[in-house]
Every structure is written in structure tokens, then in C-alpha cells.
């Protein structure tokens, strides 16, 4: 009797469904979750809240549409503060939760810091906000890029400024944070004076948060620097040209994306400076945009809206390729399945914001190309003088 009893509980148990822990980390029977972990307050917060809305415009476009088979993409976004320790905090509590795969990966340091978690744990990440070099150098199995990095998006503008803009006796100059968002502006800096032969003076770096400039522009002025990496993230940038403006300093200025954002344009305009910039995407406002804000505006509200600009074209472009690969994958996604559809080399539609974009085992990075941009603060302009150029 006791060994049919037995055998009767081994027939059920192996009867029995599986139990839902085989389940893919993120994935149920209705739902989908990718993440950002994203500075939405500080002084990154508006690039970090306009990358959370354009991956929420993605996702609302998939699910207005029925989902993937079935499933609703769900976006939660966790805040850094634009703190590195932070961002390590914000993605153990997307694992947590259950997460499937990473878009929005926080700022330089940030990201540089969740690289080792998200290879050793395998998720899916695209980073698309801080484009880190080394996030895709060495390849790691499961983390894409778009984008030009820091380092070719900074050599391309002084290059241009080398070539047709160069004053007399040019000397190269750079102020750059005190961090890894730093050292990729002081790697582009090294390149520039290295393929130049150019003059340089020592690099000058500054406290992640100050906000006063004085003592570092003076400094670049007695150097003699009129060529100058102006290295913030947003509101430095205007804070060191208000300063340089007290000086009357002939300066050519290079920065990163960030300074053709419209409120950064406007705190830069009484300076009195034109400066350029680059980017490896279409601008806000342009033909390649356009599919963007007819989304936005069917998902999102007028304040949600007024929030947007160019970092929620790479935040939707990221999720538009994450929410894909997994469709590539039919009723039962996995992470494997989603990096060896990112990698399969098939094209990736961006809906005119990019060319479409590839991958391969090979080559993780896609979206390289860089256009140097004039801008013109006062006059309220960003102006190609460049097409796009492999740098």
C-alpha cells in the first residue's frame, strides 16, 4: 500500500505545471517590463525625464496596437539623482521587481558603474542616453549602444573648428567634470591635439553640482586658451560662458548635445556666444521627427509634451529596437532570444529618426555617424555645417 501511495504522488508531481520561477525574469502571461533608471530630478533632470517620456511614447505606441502577442510593454522608470550609487540602487531594484531589459541607463558615470551587473546578470541593455565607450568596448554579450560616443562627437567639432574656423595661434582648452563623463571629453581633447600638433594647456577640472565658473575661466584665460571644450552637462555649460563673456574672450567653443537644448540655449544666449555641437540624430522639429510627436501627442499629456526634446528621440529609438527584438522572439521571449535578434544583422526601423540601425555579434554599436552643428543662442538657431561623417 505504501509503495503504490508512492507512486501515485510521483505520477502527480510529475503531472504538476511547471512552477512559475522557469519564468523569464520580467515576462507574465499580460505583460512585458523594461526599465530606465534615469536622473528625472537634479541638474540632468531635463534631459533624464525627456528620455523617460520618449520611451513611454514607445511603448504606448506597441500596446495601442495590441502588444507583443497578446502582452503589454510596461515601462518603469527609477531615479539616480544623478548619482552613480544611485544608479547601481535603481537597477537592483528593477531586478527586484522582475525586469527583462535596461533602456535608459543613467548618465557617464552611472552607466559605467551598471556595466559590470548587466553583464554578469545577462540583461538585455541598450544605452542610448550617455553614449560610454565603454559599454560596447570591449563587446559585452548583451549591451548595445546608439550613438556616437563623447569621444568622436567632440574630436568631429574640433576638427571642423581645426579645418575652417581656427583662430590665429590657436591654443586648446578644456573644462571638464570630475568624472568619467570628464575623461571621455579629455580622451576627444588628448585625440584633437595629438592629430593637430596643436598647442594645449593643462586640462581644468571642476566638482560634479558646482555651478560658479569663475576660477576656472580665469585660469583658461591666462592660459591663453581660444579654443575651449566647454565640458558641462547643461546648466554649466551657460555658467562658464557667462564668465568668459566678462572677459570678452575670443573663444572657439565646442560641447556635447546637451547645449542645443532650448533652455540651455536660452540661459547661454546673454553671453553673447555662438558655439558648436554635433549629434548622430534628427533633430527635434525636423522631417525625421515627425512620426515621434504625432506618438506624443496621441500619448502623452500637454505637460508631458512641453518635457520632450532630443533625448526622447534616443529614448523611443531604444525602446522602439528593445520592444522589437522581443517581438522578433514570438509567445515566450527570453533575453537570449532578444540579444540574438539584436545581433542577427537584421535592420532595426527607426521611424525616420535614424537610418534603420544594425547590429551584429561583431559590432555592437550602431548610429555613429556625427554632424557638427553651429549653434546660434540669441538667435534661437541650430544650424548643420557638416554632413554626416564616420569619426
Do not use: W
Not at 541638474?43 to 511614447?57: E, I, N, P, Q
Not at 553614449?131 to 549591451?143: H, R, Y
Not at 544650424?383 to 561623417?389: A, D, I
Amino acid at each position: 500500500m505504501r509503495r503504490l501511495r508512492f507512486g501515485a504522488l510521483c505520477a502527480l508531481t510529475l503531472l504538476m505545471p511547471l512552477s512559475p520561477v522557469s519564468a523569464e525574469e520580467g515576462v507574465t502571461k499580460t505583460e512585458i517590463v523594461i526599465g530606465n533608471v534615469l536622473p528625472m530630478t537634479s541638474s540632468a533632470a531635463l534631459v533624464g525625464r525627456a528620455a523617460h517620456f520618449g520611451t513611454v511614447v514607445a511603448a504606448a505606441e506597441i500596446n495601442a496596437n495590441g502588444g507583443i502577442n497578446g502582452r503589454n510593454i510596461v515601462i518603469k522608470t527609477e531615479d539616480d539623482g544623478y548619482v552613480p550609487a544611485r544608479t547601481v540602487q535603481g537597477l537592483r531594484k528593477l531586478m527586484d521587481e522582475g525586469l527583462f531589459g535596461l533602456i535608459g541607463t543613467g548618465a557617464g558615470a552611472g552607466t559605467t558603474a551598471i556595466l559590470p551587473i548587466l553583464e554578469d546578470e545577462s540583461i538585455p541593455a541598450i544605452v542610448s542616453f550617455s553614449p560610454v565607450k565603454a559599454s560596447i568596448d570591449p563587446i559585452k554579450p548583451s549591451i548595445f549602444m546608439i550613438g556616437a560616443s563623447y569621444q568622436d562627437l567632440l574630436f568631429a567639432q574640433l576638427k571642423y573648428i581645426h579645418d575652417n574656423d581656427s583662430p590665429e595661434k590657436a591654443k586648446y582648452g578644456i573644462i571638464r567634470q570630475d568624472d568619467d563623463f570628464g575623461n571621455q571629453l579629455e580622451e576627444a581633447f588628448t585625440r584633437a591635439i595629438d592629430a593637430f600638433g596643436a598647442d594645449a594647456a593643462e586640462p581644468i577640472r571642476y566638482k560634479r553640482g558646482q555651478k560658479d565658473f569663475g576660477a576656472e575661466i580665469l585660469r583658461t584665460r591666462s592660459n591663453g586658451v581660444n579654443v575651449l571644450i566647454a565640458g558641462g552637462v547643461t546648466t554649466e555649460i551657460p555658467a562658464m560662458l557667462k564668465e568668459a563673456s566678462k572677459f570678452k574672450m575670443d573663444l572657439r567653443i565646442s560641447t556635447v548635445p546637451t547645449a542645443t537644448l532650448p533652455p540651455i540655449m536660452k540661459l547661454s544666449a546673454p553671453s553673447g556666444y555662438a558655439y558648436y555641437s554635433g549629434d548622430y540624430i534628427s533633430p527635434m522639429g525636423s522631417e525625421g521627427s515627425a512620426h515621434f510627436m504625432e506618438m506624443a501627442k496621441a500619448h502623452l499629456t500637454e505637460e508631458e509634451q512641453g518635457a520632450l526634446n532630443r533625448y526622447s528621440l534616443t529614448g523611443y529609438v531604444a525602446a522602439k529596437i528593445m520592444i522589437e527584438a522581443i517581438r522578433r522572439c514570438g509567445d515566450e521571449p527570453t533575453r537570449a532570444c532578444a540579444v540574438d535578434k539584436m545581433t542577427s544583422g537584421e535592420p532595426f526601423d527607426t521611424a525616420g529618426i535614424t537610418l534603420p540601425l544594425t547590429f551584429t555579434p561583431n559590432r555592437h554599436i550602431s548610429a555613429t555617424a556625427v554632424r557638427v552643428l553651429k549653434v546660434d543662442p540669441e538667435a534661437g538657431t541650430v544650424t548643420p555645417v557638416t554632413e554626416f561623417e564616420q569619426f
